[in-house]
């Protein structure tokens, strides 16, 4: 609760205005559901359910999606104002991709920048085998895919969940990105991956 109404005021302050936000509360215990009430924006949406981890989240997010184009970000993620004008740029570039992934950093709550993570090349097809380089907030993901491809909703997956599935993405299509920053994740104390 504590840091969902930052996440949801970075997206409000895009520079490109067309798009929904799908609060999914996957069982949480505290007030997050009157701090995404407070918002009186009428493109956020909020659904609570009973905790099915991560991948479940985000499968229940994407199948009520009206989007042309899924993005998955965690309460401690932020964007940065030209997150979606950089993706709907790509999007237009690379001909409607089924999937690709913008450049991002992480920072410390007050701000600090401790990593950047925007030296994507096409390596990338092979490095993802070995080693998860993509940020579920980073990913958009085509909505036709994202039902084709849910991800994997077994809690011996908690964690890895996107990674399985990137590997299957791209073991079909190519992934286009982009290395321009556009979202950042901040790391805290209660954070459960570093």
């Known amino acids: 609760a504590h840091l969902i109404g930052k996440t949801i005021n970075s997206v409000l302050l895009q520079d490109f205005v067309d798009f929904e936000i799908i609060v999914v509360d996957d069982g949480s215990k505290d007030s997050t559901e009157q701090v995404v009430k407070s918002f009186t924006d009428p493109r956020i949406q909020y659904h609570k359910k009973n905790n099915g981890e991560r991948g479940a989240a985000r499968n229940y997010g994407a199948a009520i999606a009206k989007g042309l184009y899924i993005n998955f970000f965690d309460s401690d993620d932020l ?15 690379s001909n409607n991709p089924e999937f ?55 809690r011996v997956l908690a964690s890895s969940e996107d990674w399985e599935l990137w590997i299957r993405l791209i073991s079909r299509f190519r992934l286009h990105y982009s290395n321009e920053i556009t979202s950042s994740v901040v790391n805290h104390d209660q954070r459960s991956l570093f």
């Open 79 to 93: 964007m940065y104002p030209n997150h979606l004008s950089v993706a709907r740029k790509l999007i237009e570039t």
């Open 100 to 154: 690709f992934h913008l450049a991002y950093d992480q920072k410390l709550e007050d701000g600090t920048i401790v990593h950047q993570l925007n030296n994507f090349a096409d390596s990338i097809q092979k490095i993802i085998l070995f080693e998860n380089k993509l940020s579920c907030k980073g990913v958009f993901l085509r909505k036709d895919i994202a039902s084709q491809f849910p991800f994997h909703e077994d």
